[in-house]
């Protein structure tokens, strides 16, 4: 083998890899994930989000807590570190994938691929890292419980729709070990992917929301939020947002330059025929946007862009902050946070946004520089709501959203090895669905903790509009 590179000149058979991820059941058996909700090293709940919200903008943390008490899952949406503190120190296989790190129900998404095709996958990287593949996958089964109780489902249903998650995620991972390597690769998460996680009853759901992300563009946001100016000089016709506080709100003229330049040096982190691409534009507006649970309170703008004959570009330019998860994870020599963000969605994604990149922008004029990630904003998205779907449905929706994890772990963990390890043993299924109900019951404690610390003036919140 080469210095840094890879060795093409062994082979590993297939039963070989599977009988070395077998070996590993002896250390940590599968019913391990059947454990304590807690570990030594959470910190107490207002602790933990006191320690959250360094960095972020003063004056919008009590918006912040504000959205993570309306409900126990938003607060579980903005404490992927908590949890991480708790699974830190816990029974893990010893394989490690690039995870998303926030692998929750609502993390999982429509958008469109270039060819304009609507595909489902994991939408959220800004915790990935590599870890333990298991953090993924309990954080998705607690969170489907969580989401399940406040939409009305029983307590059956929650445990059912987590059980069926591990269960799908665990077939899946079979499956994609006994495919050809390219057609594992390549593989789409698109509308035939409901049928092969026998999530049938979804169909519906995604076609309407496939309908509903294909309105999703550009041109909907412009119509939206914004107003037009003719510039009579040149005939071009432009727009600028319209102020809607506080959710968009404008900026002024040195954030403005400030965005626009990172986003001139952003080009450079595209692929080279991608670059030619967003040349041809030019920045018409720059827009602060609050967004999320977690990312509330960070620095995040929206650029709005001309192009040919009246054609409007929305990128969204958002702070990537290090991810919660690396506390409690091995150093992992980060560069560049918006950099770690941006590879991790690309290796995970089955297809990722042409005009995802990263870039450093001073925001504040201080002299210091802050990461941030671009994306296309809106292009063509859209979402199958986990809580609003009946009990009945529950369960399909983990169906589906543990295939898909799968199929997202199985770029970076052959899963070969991960189907050794779990070696269709359904006892696994059952281990993970009891964590995750004792973990939602955990989550529902830490909520009411942070409601009654409001109640009381410890801590301030603003009740999101």
């Known amino acids: 083998m080469s210095e840094g590179g890879i060795d093409l000149r062994s082979y590993v058979p297939a039963d070989d890899v599977r009988a070395k991820g077998r ?71 010893g ?26 996958d994991i939408n ?35 445990r059912t729709a987590a ?11 079979d499956a994609l070990a006994a495919m050809p390597f390219m057609e594992s690769w390549s593989a789409l998460p698109d509308e035939s992917v409901i049928s092969r996680a026998k999530a049938d009853d979804l169909l519906d759901d995604f076609k309407k929301a496939a309908k509903k992300a294909r309105k999703n563009t550009s041109a909907k946001v412009v119509a939206k939020w914004t107003e037009h100016l003719d510039d009579h000089e040149t005939g071009i016709r432009q727009h600028r947002f319209v ?21 001139e040096r952003y080009s450079g982190t595209l692929r080279e025929s991608r670059r030619n691409l967003i040349a041809r534009f030019a920045v018409s507006d720059i ?10 309170g960070l620095h995040s703008y929206l650029a709005l862009l ?50 995802l990149g990263w870039t450093s922008i001073d925001p504040t004029g201080a002299g210091v520089e802050l990461p941030f990630t671009v994306r296309q904003f809106r292009n063509l998205k859209g979402s199958i709501d986990p809580a609003q779907l009946p009990a009945n449905d529950l369960d399909d929706y983990g169906r589906l959203a543990g295939a898909l994890l799968a199929r997202a772990h199985s770029r970076s963990l052959d899963p070969r090895l991960l189907s050794g390890y779990l070696d269709g043993d359904e006892h696994f299924d059952d281990a993970v669905a009891s964590f995750a109900v004792r973990y939602a019951d955990r989550t529902e404690a830490d909520h009411a903790e942070l409601v009654d610390a409001v109640r009381v003036g410890r801590i301030a919140a603003e009740q999101p509009e």
């Open 95 to 120: 394989l490690v994938a690039q995870l998303c790190g926030d692998a929750h129900a609502a993390n999982f998404g429509l958008y469109g691929t270039p060819r304009g095709e609507i595909i489902m």
């Open 287 to 296: 827009a602060f946007r609050i967004v999320g649970t977690g990312s509330v």
């Open 243 to 263: 102020s809607d506080p506080p959710i968009l709100t404008l900026v002024t003229d040195h954030v403005a330059d400030a965005v626009i330049a990172g986003l």
């Open 163 to 173: 059980r069926d998650a591990a269960r799908s995620y665990r077939l899946a991972v």
């Open 23 to 93: 070996t590993l059941r002896q250390r940590t058996p599968v019913i391990a994930r059947d454990r304590e909700a807690t570990s030594v090293r959470r910190p107490s709940v207002l602790e933990f989000v006191e320690l959250s919200n360094a960095g972020r903008l003063p004056h919008l943390v009590p918006l912040r807590i504000g959205r993570m008490i309306t409900s126990p899952f938003t607060f579980y949406r903005g404490a992927a570190g908590l949890m991480a503190a708790d699974l830190a120190g816990g029974p893990d296989s």
């Open 124 to 158: 959220d990287f800004d915790e990935t890292i590599a870890g333990p593949w298991e953090w993924d996958l309990e954080r998705l089964a607690a969170g489907l419980v969580l989401v399940g109780r406040e939409g009305g489902a029983g307590e059956d249903d929650c």
């Open 306 to 355: 001309h192009g040919n004959d009246g054609e409007a570009l929305v990128l969204q330019v958002k702070q990537a902050a290090p991810s919660a998860l690396a506390p409690f994870l091995p150093a992992a020599g980060t560069r560049h946070e918006g950099e770690r963000i941006v590879r991790g969605a690309r290796l995970v994604q089955s297809e990722s946004d042409i005009l």
